[in-house]
């Protein structure tokens, strides 16, 4: 009797102890804010162009009430709404354009389909949106604020 409340002892410390020491899960990466494209890999060359070549900065904008806002420095802009799903390490963000009938407006958005896609957040390589299956390029943007 006299080894067994030690034992028990021991044993009921280490099941609390590891009660209390759980996994850390890492928070996701903070979409909402001003994101600028960094640089974008054309399938077509099989190269990667910096922001720096291009002759206009592009930008996503995405608010607190799941809206989001694509422009570029020469004025053309387009918006719509998004949702933010996990799988994984990794974060999709799924954007639901509106419909644009402005064809200025209707390059914007993306070569597969018009209306909806998504792109992927993470922290070791940001955003990225990935038109390359529709032979269109892979971009990916920075947080800027």
Same mark, same amino acid.
């Given at each position: $009797?006299k080894? +067994?409340? *030690?034992?028990?002892?021991?044993?009921?410390?280490?099941?609390?102890a590891?009660? !209390?020491?759980?996994?850390?899960? *890492?928070?996701? %990466?903070? =979409?909402?804010g001003?994101?600028?494209?960094?640089?974008?890999?054309?399938?077509?060359?099989?190269? /990667?162009?910096?922001?720096q070549? =291009? *002759?206009?900065?592009?930008y996503?904008q995405?608010?607190?009430?799941? &809206?989001?806002?694509?422009?570029?420095?020469?004025?053309?802009?387009?918006?719509?709404?998004?949702? $933010?799903?996990e +799988?994984?390490?990794?974060? /999709?963000?799924? =954007?639901? /354009?509106?419909?644009?009938?402005?064809?200025?407006?209707?390059? =914007? !958005?993306?070569?597969?389909?018009? &209306?909806e896609?998504? $792109?992927?957040?993470?922290?070791?390589?940001?955003?990225? !949106?990935?038109?390359? %299956?529709?032979?269109?390029?892979?971009?990916?943007y !920075?947080?800027?604020?």
């Amino acid at each position: $009797m006299k080894f +067994l409340f *030690p034992f028990v002892f021991l044993l009921l410390t280490l099941f609390i102890a590891s009660c !209390q020491r759980k996994d850390q899960v *890492p928070s996701p %990466p903070q =979409l909402i804010g001003k994101w600028q494209l960094n640089k974008y890999y054309s399938g077509w060359t099989g190269k /990667y162009v910096s922001a720096q070549e =291009l *002759p206009y900065k592009e930008y996503y904008q995405f608010d607190q009430d799941s &809206t989001f806002k694509k422009y570029r420095s020469n004025g053309v802009e387009t918006k719509g709404s998004y949702s $933010m799903k996990e +799988l994984g390490e990794v974060y /999709y963000i799924y =954007l639901t /354009y509106v419909s644009e009938t402005d064809l200025h407006k209707q390059s =914007l !958005q993306r070569s597969c389909n018009a &209306t909806e896609w998504d $792109m992927q957040l993470s922290t070791d390589i940001g955003l990225v !949106q990935d038109d390359s %299956p529709c032979d269109g390029p892979a971009k990916h943007y !920075q947080k800027v604020d």
